[in-house]
């Protein structure tokens, strides 16, 4: 744990694909970066992009300033395992992907790393999945992304039943995008994931990836109280 109590590795999952786990993971780094922590970001299966098409990373970068770094990019917009075997691409295996963990956490406080679609989804060949990633990567603990709206409480259940099944360390839910309007559900989903134990850290308001990055840098700690909190004391490390 860094010295404001937050794991290493933090990974950034969904209830679903296009929930906005994208900006989260750019809040994230960019609230921690506003710690005095050095952050960088990594997707290691990055869907539906060509080789010269930008992908989460780039508007994590973008947004941010950070650096981000992708393990692999396929063109199919779909899960990793059968986009790889459209295009008879190799997946980069499990352990693949914790080296690159480990070796990017040698040179910076925080890693933070975004997932493809929900927690389940198989990320190599031999069907390892992002909950199989976070237990085993060293210090991490998972962020699960939610949807405001109805159906989002059984979603956000599922997931949260999933990592705790496995044992891994779940921070808390964050709403990717929050209505500057909302309904009388979407109120009342917020204050059920708020009261919950490892609850509500933050909501992220609709139109953020729209904002100029800076307005974003400025803005993304007000968002996520509940991680502000956390690596308020943080320590940047000697020797990280
Ligand atoms: N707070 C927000 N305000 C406005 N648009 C948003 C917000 N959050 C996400 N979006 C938009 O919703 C779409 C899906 O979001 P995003 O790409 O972040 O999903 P994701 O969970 O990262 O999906 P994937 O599984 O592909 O990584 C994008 O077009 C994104 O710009
Ligand atoms: C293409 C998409 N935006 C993501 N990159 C991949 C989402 C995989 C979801 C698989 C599933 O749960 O059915
Ligand atoms: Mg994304």
């Known amino acids: 744990m860094t010295?404001?109590?937050l794991p290493r590795v933090i990974v950034v999952t969904g209830t679903d694909t296009d929930v906005g786990k994208t900006v989260v993971t750019a809040a994230v780094c960019a609230t921690l970066r506003a710690a005095g922590?050095?952050?960088t970001a990594y997707k290691p299966t990055q869907t539906g992009v060509g080789p010269l098409d930008t992908g989460d990373m780039a508007e994590v970068s973008r947004l941010t300033g950070v650096p981000t770094h992708e393990g692999v990019r396929l063109l199919a917009p779909m899960a990793p395992r059968p986009a790889a075997a459209l295009e008879g691409a190799t997946l980069p295996t499990l352990e693949d992907h914790l080296t690159t963990i480990e070796a990017l956490s040698s040179d910076?406080?925080?890693v933070v790393v975004e997932g493809a679609g929900g927690l389940l989804v198989e990320l190599t060949e031999a069907r390892a999945t992002?909950?199989?990633l976070s237990g085993r990567a060293r210090d991490c603990g998972v962020l699960v992304v939610a949807r405001s709206a109805l159906?989002?409480?059984n979603h956000t259940m599922l997931t949260r039943e999933a990592l705790w099944r496995r044992g891994i360390h779940e921070l808390g839910v964050v709403l990717g995008s929050w209505p500057s309007d909302p309904t009388v559900i979407e109120t009342s989903n917020r204050d059920y994931l708020a009261e919950l134990p490892e609850g509500l850290l933050g909501a992220i308001p609709t139109g953020a990836p729209r904002l100029d990055p800076s307005a974003f840098r400025a803005a993304a700690a007000g968002w996520l109280p509940g991680l502000a909190r956390r690596s308020a004391g943080a320590q940047r490390r000697e020797t990280p």
Do not use: E, F, I, P
Request: proline fraction near 0%; avoid cysteine.
């Open 3 to 5: 010295a404001g109590g």
């Open 130 to 132: 992002l909950a199989d």
């Open 151 to 153: 159906g989002t409480l």
């Open 108 to 110: 910076h406080d925080q």
């Open 37 to 39: 922590l050095r952050v």
